[in-house]
């Protein structure tokens, strides 16, 4: 049966992975597996520190041995320019997982004829591969190897022939290479018997230099065909593509502090999602560095770990000026109770590569779970606002993908237009704060309101931002006739409202002794209309007595009477009751 092109017993290409942060995900995996592969580029721009880096990853991680064949650097040389690195390179010949072959060649030691004979070669570099059982074999540089000759039918066959018997050798080449004349390389041949081609580049923009990579092409693979920036530091090469990030990051529900009790309450009541990233943009002197100084005494205190990356102003300088409004920052750096981590340095003192590899680094060092960086719009020397954004977002993503909090301060560059921001990422954050200064009556005043924040039900009331001795505080934005009132017209109408109160309290406590007054006069009535009523029935009761007390003397005087008489006993009602007790009838 016809296997089609989705077939899924179809192998893919295999591909050994180089150990370069970002390189691999860029290539989908790493470099072809027993193929070559060109690395190409200008002085300086890193080829032979990517290739020994290839080589040590995998001889370290992989368990691949590798040989690094040189036409332009001793072993000595090499050794020493990658010990800053880190990389200990004896150690790796010591335990026969690396061997670095110095191959000099001299114009005197061969002739320019038809056929360039590469026996020699081979011979030398088989024997270097069986030696140690290498999967790895790095070139470096091709010129090096052609220098000598001019011919370039000559160069072109025998970089067929070079390349054949590699493949046969089963061995995953890089080979570095010269920019060339307008082309990739000096010959402009290497890049088309290569499987794998990735160009370097180090430029000049505005006084400031800055790394560039690219994969040209890659046989029988997809791969990532922007330019991407990458930097050289003490662990290496870094590569940070935007699609090395992943963009399905977590996302907690859990709720952390502000540090301001009454910005909380403006946020749902609970402050800021963890993991979220927060933008507070504002003009200068509005108090951005005063609001992320107590986010970051916030965290501290609550025993988790806060970094502060300052573009502005140093360390002592912050926590001097933060114990203005009684902010006690140098608590959180004492010994065995660093919660607080300082990070200064000028905006161009490196490039903007430079600064996020820096930043990422760190930030993997002390794994805090608040980040804060003051402020963004340093940034604008060191890059267009197009690599600043993507700079960003690539920061963004790495702190989110490791749950971290970030707050980010920002310069507005119109205070009439709020969303106007210098490094343009207000769409990218999840909880906008914009700060402004309102003046009026004479006066220039602070306010603070929520502009957006996702996820959660958050106020769209204006507040007064005061900072004093006893911290920030918002407060209420009073309405009057004329607008808004603050500053001093705030006070003022609070002491109006205060007096008000006063006098309405007293107004309430003057009704209500009135009232009791009533109520205690009414409450005399009463009882003297109880007392009135008492003596008025006890009078009414013993007449009462006394006319039944006569009524029974006049009937007790009736019968006594009755019986004088010797006649008929009279009842107490008038009945005649005869002497014999009957009723007077005849029996």
């Known amino acids: 049966m016809k296997k089609t092109a989705t077939s899924p017993s179809l192998k893919e290409l295999k591909k050994s992975p180089t150990g370069i942060r970002g390189l691999d995900e860029i290539t989908g995996g790493g470099l072809p597996t027993g193929r070559p592969t060109l690395v190409c580029g200008g ?22 041995p590798g040989v690094f064949m040189a036409f332009e650097e001793t072993a000595e040389e090499l050794t020493q320019n990658v010990v800053s690195l880190g990389f200990d390179l004896k150690a790796l010949v010591a335990r026969k997982l690396l061997l670095i072959d110095y191959v000099q060649i001299e114009r005197y030691e061969f002739e320019e004829t038809g056929e360039y004979d590469l026996e020699g070669l081979f011979l030398r570099l088989g024997h270097a591969i069986d030696s140690i059982k290498a999967k790895r074999v790095v070139l470096d540089t091709i010129e090096g190897l052609f220098a000598r000759l001019s011919n370039h039918a000559i160069v072109r066959e025998a970089l067929h022939r070079l390349f054949r018997w590699l493949k046969e050798k089963d061995v995953t080449v890089i080979m570095t290479g010269e920019r060339g004349d307008g082309q990739l390389t000096r010959y402009g041949l290497e890049e ?16 400031g230099t800055s790394r560039r990579l690219r994969v040209v092409k890659y046989r029988g693979a997809t791969h990532g065909t922007d330019e991407y920036p990458f930097l050289i530091d003490r662990e290496g090469i870094w590569i940070y593509p935007v699609t090395s990030v992943p963009a399905d990051h977590p996302t907690p529900d859990e709720r952390i502090s502000s540090g301001i009790e ?20 504002g003009m200068a002197g509005t108090g951005k560095t005063s609001v992320a100084a107590t ?75 608040v980040v804060i960086v003051d402020q963004m719009s340093g940034l604008e020397t060191t890059g267009t606002p197009l690599e600043i954004k993507a700079a960003m977002m690539r920061l963004i993503d790495f702190l989110k993908v490791r749950g971290i909090t970030a707050l980010y ?102 009704q209500q002794l009135d009232l009791k007054r ?26 009462i007595s006394h006319d039944k007390q006569r009524e029974h003397s006049l009937v007790k005087d009736e019968v006594a009477m009755g019986r004088s008489r010797n006649h008929d006993i009279v009842k107490p009602v008038g009945s005649i009751i005869p002497r014999n007790g009957r009723n007077g009838r005849k029996s």
């Open 43 to 64: 002085t300086g721009c890193g080829k032979t520190l990517l290739a020994m880096e290839f080589l040590v990853h995998g001889a370290s991680e992989y368990g691949e």
């Open 192 to 207: 088309y018997v290569s499987d794998c081609v990735i160009s370097l580049d180090h430029r000049v923009s505005d006084q």
């Open 262 to 281: 009454r910005l909380d309450a403006m946020l749902g009541g609970k402050g800021y999602y963890r993991g979220s990233s927060i933008l507070l943009s």
């Open 295 to 369: 986010f970051a005494d916030a965290t501290s205190r609550s025993g988790k770990r806060c970094q502060f990356f300052s573009f502005e102003e140093s360390p002592g300088q912050i926590i001097r000026n933060m114990s203005s409004i009684g902010l006690d920052l140098m608590q959180w750096q004492k010994k065995g109770r660093i919660n607080l981590q300082f990070q200064t340095v000028r905006p161009f003192e490196c490039g903007l590569e430079m600064h996020l590899a820096r930043t990422m680094r760190l930030v993997a060092e002390f794994e805090p779970q």
């Open 409 to 510: 301060t920002d310069l507005t560059t119109d205070g009439g237009v709020p969303a106007l921001t210098e490094s343009a990422i207000s769409s990218l954050v999840d909880t906008w704060l914009i700060l402004r200064d309102i003046e009026l009556n004479g006066e220039r005043n602070r306010s603070l309101h929520v502009l957006k924040s996702r996820g959660m039900a958050h106020s769209n009331q204006v507040r007064e931002f005061v900072m004093s001795e006893r911290g920030i505080e918002l407060k209420d934005i009073y309405m009057g006739p004329s607008g808004m009132l603050t500053g001093s017209a705030r006070v003022a109408q609070e002491a109006r409202e205060r007096a008000q109160q006063v006098i309405r309290n007293e107004e309430m406590e003057r």
């Open 518 to 543: 009533k109520h205690d006069t009414l409450e005399g009535q009463i009882s003297a209309l109880r007392a009135d009523f008492s003596a008025e029935e006890a009078r009414i009761e013993r007449i």
